[in-house]
């Protein structure tokens, strides 16, 4: 993936690529829809063999491991279940019944474009696929995440046996279409040691850069926030005219880091091209080394 992509907290946004403007300051100052917890086992078929989640009845349990990485084609496709213990690239964070208006026949594509299903699969009353992701990983609320949420209904067969609900599941991801296997367990991840592997930088040339978790080598610390200038206003080649932009991002930098910055970081901003500036004239506010060199670990802990 290219500078010309984001991780946004809901989600991805397709953004211009952004060039690093040589300016820094070394320091600054200062529901109708029920949740189901899951059950104490998982079931078993008629052989007494352990079900696969979404071929199960019952609503499954929470913190159940899914094998998002190779599977998952939309809420009619699940992914499969995997033993917690094994490399896992999904977890389901919340369930919900699905209700009675909706549990007739099994739903198809077309149906799941309706606003209700939409309201049962995206909003906070539902999956809350807005704030899902931040809330299972224990994130705050300006962390930018490595994870986006989806849901899952179960299986054709499970539902015609009366399955009625709804998985909605968190999944580990570094790139728009890039899924990868999470680093360790999910749940509340970003209140432990290993917060930084689930937190967005950014690596590479300025022009052109991948997104990384925060625990890799980076350039660049994204706040998640945009600084605006009027359109029509000259591009800020030098640090001069760049100056204001920077003045403005210093709080959405100390807003991000909730102080000021810390010893050896800098605040910056990243600028687009100056094509892409005519159409968005705007920059990312970023935490910088204030050597300029690439760092690891997250400004929020320094």
Known sequence: MTGSLLLGVTGYRTRVRLLALPITVAALTTACMSTVTGQASAPTGERGEALAVFEQVQPPEVGSCLDT????????GPPATLSCSQPHGGEIAKVVDVP??????YPTDDDLNSDVWGDLLYSDEGCGYYLLA???????????????????LPKRAAWEAGARWVAC???????LLEGANAPGAMSQAMRGPDADAYRECWFGPMLVYDVVPCSQ???????GDYVDAEQGTPYPADPLSGQPLLDACRDEVTD???????NGY?????????????IYPEVGC??????GRRTSGSAVDA
């Open 217 to 223: 080598p980076h350039e660049a610390e994204p706040t």
């Open 286 to 291: 970023v935490i910088l080394d204030s050597g």
């Open 169 to 175: 599941v968190v999944e580990y991801r570094i790139g």
């Open 256 to 262: 991000y880091l909730e102080r000021g910055v810390p």
């Open 134 to 152: 931040k809330n299972y990983l224990g994130a705050r609320d300006q962390d930018n995440v490595l994870a986006d949420a989806h849901a899952y």
């Open 100 to 105: 009675v208006s909706l549990g007739g026949d």
């Open 266 to 278: 800098a605040a910056g901003v990243y600028l687009p091209t100056e094509a892409d500036w005519v």
């Open 69 to 76: 990485v190779r599977g998952g084609t939309g809420p009619l």
